[in-house]
Structures are given as structure tokens and as C-alpha cells.
């Protein structure tokens, strides 16, 4: 698959949040780094999973991708074209070949549309659609595509449990054929049975429509099921990427230990006998991260190099899986 160019190429990505005080006569007082410095491909038909604590820079890296927030620095290439700095005409056609799924299906729908009226809405948007009939006709069959009757559509949103609606969200991203989604959380807001019907509905989309993800989420069970790669997240920079097995198997940073070490294993025997990576401490703020590596106060292995120089992303043995840290060898 590396092989391949990326369909999505992000370099040297950051976003910054100035912070204000005053009410009339503001001042700048600080600076959130939301996102620091961040790169990252995502190759055709790959899903690309994003691991990380709450706050750590997740969500914005989607709204990044997708230009819905204007990045402080870096370039983002879609399919080799610079799409950072776009207007707003070239962002709309832009819009037909990126979508996005919402974490909350409770508020991600209009409550005051029908279910027919919301999917079909960027067929209106982009003029896509001719004439009534055909409108009709893409609507209940995209309804159709993600396991909903096409009768369904003259429903309102509150007719509709969880899952159905998290459904019909996925229904709308899909209408205009995208080749890329970002999936934000798709299945936290879900219960568990029915998060696995989602996953499975993306998988099996995925496979026909050779769709790329960036699927972003808490619950690494869920990430492992169906990302290729996963690039872990920590306070606005990514710690470490590589392929799925490997990143579970064998992971390098202390960080990514960390979290998988927090999963537990429904086997007493292996339970006891692994490896446990304990970290301490509270996450610190963005306001104020450490200098040199930002994990080094919660790091059990930290050195005075973590503290006073900050590691940059290198691959190791030359088999994709890249980390930041100064104590892994090459």
C-alpha cells in the first residue's frame, strides 16, 4: 500500500489558539498549541486510525484536514494538490470528495428536517441532483446502501434509535461519492452491539467503494478492528505510527505502552503475566507544555535529553513504523 501515493499527505501541520484577556480592550496573553508540527500520510483504500486521550488534538486535526479550521502552518496535499489556503469556490468543490461522520448522532441531525431532506442535502448544495426524480432516486438508494429503508425518509430524526441515526449520518456523507472520511468518534456515543454493526457497515462500504478512512476514537479494541495503521496522539503531536499488529504487538513508545497496557485482557493468566507500562501524574496543559518531550514528566524511563530536546518523528528498521523518542535506537 506505501507503495502508492498518498491520497492525503499532511506536513509539518500546526494549529494555534491565540488566547485573550480583557472585554474591550483585548490582549494576548497566550497561545494553544492545539497541533505541533504534525505529518502523516493516508494511502488509498487504508483506514488510518487516531489513538489519543481526550484534549490531546484529535478532533482538530480533523477539522484541519477538512478545512474547516484554517491551520497556523504546514501543508495539506489531497490526491498531490495543496488544498491549505483555498477559497471558498474551491473549497466547495473540494467538499464533494471529503466528508466527514459526526461523533453524536443526537446532534448532528436537524431535528426539524426530514430524514430525506438531510441526506439529500448536499445533492441541493453542490447541484448534483436533476430534477426531482433523480433526487428521490439517489436519496433511497444511498438509504438503502447503509441497511435503511428507502420508506424511511419522510421520517423525522427522533423516530429513530442511536444506531439508525448514526446510520443516516453516514448516508449523508456518502451521497456525493466521496473518496475520503473522516470517521470522528463514530460508534463512542453507541452502545457496544450496535458499535460493531457500525464498524461492520464501514468495513463493508470501505470494500466496495474503496473508500479511505481517518477514524478517530478512544477505545483501541475498536481501532484495532479496523484501521491498517494507527498513529498515536499526545498533547497536539504524534508519538508513534506503524502498522496495526505491529504498534499492538510491539509498541515503542512509552506512551502507546501506556495505553495499551490500560486495555484489560479477559484471561486472569495473561493478565498477570504481561507487562504493565504505569504512567503517572495528570496530563499537562497546552497552555503550558513541557519543554523538550512533552511526555517526559509521566515517563518512567525519562532521561535529561527528554527534557531539554524535543525528539522528532523517525522511522525504525525501515518497515513504516515511525516513533519520537530518544530512547529507541534505529
Given at each position: 500500500?506505501?507503495e502508492?501515493?498518498?491520497?492525503?499527505?499532511?506536513?509539518?501541520?500546526?494549529?494555534?489558539?491565540?488566547?485573550?484577556?480583557?472585554?474591550i480592550?483585548?490582549r494576548?496573553?497566550?497561545?494553544?498549541?492545539?497541533?505541533?508540527?504534525?505529518?502523516?500520510?493516508i494511502?488509498?483504500?487504508?483506514?488510518?486510525?487516531?489513538?489519543?486521550e481526550?484534549?490531546?488534538g484529535?478532533?482538530?486535526?480533523?477539522?484541519?484536514l477538512?478545512?474547516?479550521?484554517?491551520?497556523?502552518?504546514?501543508?495539506?496535499r489531497?490526491?498531490?494538490?495543496n488544498?491549505?489556503?483555498?477559497?471558498?469556490?474551491?473549497?466547495?468543490?473540494?467538499r464533494?470528495?471529503?466528508?466527514?461522520?459526526?461523533?453524536?448522532?443526537?446532534?448532528?441531525?436537524n431535528?426539524?428536517?426530514?430524514?430525506?431532506?438531510?441526506v439529500?442535502e448536499?445533492?441541493?448544495?453542490?447541484?448534483l441532483?436533476?430534477?426531482?426524480?433523480?433526487y428521490?432516486?439517489?436519496?433511497?438508494?444511498?438509504?438503502?446502501?447503509?441497511?435503511?429503508?428507502a420508506?424511511?425518509?419522510d421520517?423525522?430524526?427522533?423516530?429513530?434509535?442511536?444506531g439508525?441515526?448514526?446510520?443516516i449520518?453516514?448516508a449523508?456523507?456518502?451521497i456525493?461519492?466521496?473518496?475520503?472520511?473522516?470517521?470522528d468518534?463514530?460508534?463512542?456515543a453507541?452502545?457496544?452491539?450496535?458499535?460493531?454493526?457500525?464498524?461492520?457497515?464501514?468495513?463493508?462500504?470501505?470494500?466496495?467503494?474503496?473508500?479511505?478512512?481517518?477514524?478517530?476514537?478512544?477505545?483501541?479494541?475498536?481501532v484495532?478492528?479496523?484501521?491498517?495503521?494507527?498513529?498515536?496522539m499526545?498533547?497536539?503531536?504524534i508519538?508513534?505510527?506503524?502498522?496495526?499488529d505491529?504498534?499492538y504487538?510491539?509498541?515503542?513508545?512509552?506512551y502507546?505502552?501506556?495505553?495499551?497496557?490500560?486495555?484489560?485482557?479477559?484471561?486472569?493468566?495473561?493478565?498477570?503475566?504481561?507487562?504493565?507500562?504505569?504512567?503517572?501524574?495528570?496530563v499537562?496543559?497546552?497552555?503550558?507544555?513541557?519543554?523538550?518531550?512533552?511526555?517526559h514528566?509521566?515517563?518512567?524511563?525519562?532521561?535529561?535529553?527528554c527534557?531539554?530536546?524535543?525528539?522528532?518523528?523517525?522511522?525504525?528498521?525501515?518497515?513504516g513504523?515511525?516513533?519520537a523518542?530518544?530512547?529507541v535506537?534505529?
Amino acid at each position: 500500500m506505501m507503495e502508492k501515493e498518498p491520497l492525503i499527505d499532511v506536513r509539518n501541520l500546526s494549529k494555534h489558539f491565540p488566547v485573550f484577556h480583557g472585554m474591550i480592550f483585548k490582549r494576548k496573553i497566550a497561545e494553544l498549541k492545539a497541533l505541533d508540527n504534525i505529518s502523516f500520510r493516508i494511502f488509498p483504500g487504508e483506514t488510518l486510525g487516531l489513538v489519543g486521550e481526550s484534549g490531546c488534538g484529535k478532533t482538530t486535526a480533523c477539522r484541519v484536514l477538512l478545512q474547516l479550521e484554517i491551520p497556523t502552518a504546514g501543508e495539506i496535499r489531497f490526491q498531490g494538490k495543496n488544498i491549505t489556503g483555498l477559497d471558498k469556490r474551491a473549497l466547495r468543490k473540494l467538499r464533494n470528495r471529503m466528508q466527514i461522520i459526526f461523533q453524536d448522532p443526537f446532534s448532528a441531525l436537524n431535528p426539524r428536517m426530514k430524514i430525506g431532506d438531510i441526506v439529500g442535502e448536499p445533492l441541493h448544495i453542490h447541484g448534483l441532483a436533476r430534477g426531482k426524480t433523480e433526487y428521490n432516486a439517489r436519496v433511497a438508494e444511498i438509504l438503502e446502501t447503509v441497511g435503511l429503508h428507502a420508506s424511511m425518509a419522510d421520517r423525522y430524526p427522533h423516530e429513530f434509535s442511536g444506531g439508525q441515526r448514526q446510520r443516516i449520518g453516514i448516508a449523508r456523507a456518502l451521497i456525493l461519492n466521496p473518496a475520503f472520511l473522516v470517521c470522528d468518534e463514530p460508534v463512542s456515543a453507541l452502545d457496544v452491539s450496535i458499535q460493531a454493526q457500525i464498524i461492520n457497515l464501514l468495513a463493508e462500504l470501505q470494500a466496495k467503494r474503496g473508500l479511505t478512512y481517518l477514524f478517530i476514537a478512544h477505545d483501541l479494541a475498536v481501532v484495532r478492528h479496523i484501521s491498517n495503521r494507527v498513529a498515536v496522539m499526545y498533547l497536539g503531536e504524534i508519538v508513534e505510527i506503524a502498522g496495526r499488529d505491529e504498534l499492538y504487538h510491539l509498541p515503542l513508545h512509552p506512551y502507546t505502552k501506556a495505553l495499551l497496557a490500560a486495555v484489560p485482557i479477559p484471561d486472569p493468566e495473561i493478565e498477570k503475566s504481561r507487562e504493565h507500562c504505569m504512567i503517572t501524574g495528570e496530563v499537562p496543559s497546552l497552555f503550558d507544555a513541557p519543554e523538550g518531550c512533552k511526555f517526559h514528566p509521566r515517563c518512567p524511563m525519562a532521561q535529561d535529553i527528554c527534557r531539554g530536546s524535543r525528539p522528532v518523528l523517525k522511522e525504525i528498521n525501515g518497515n513504516g513504523h515511525e516513533v519520537a523518542c530518544h530512547l529507541v535506537d534505529n
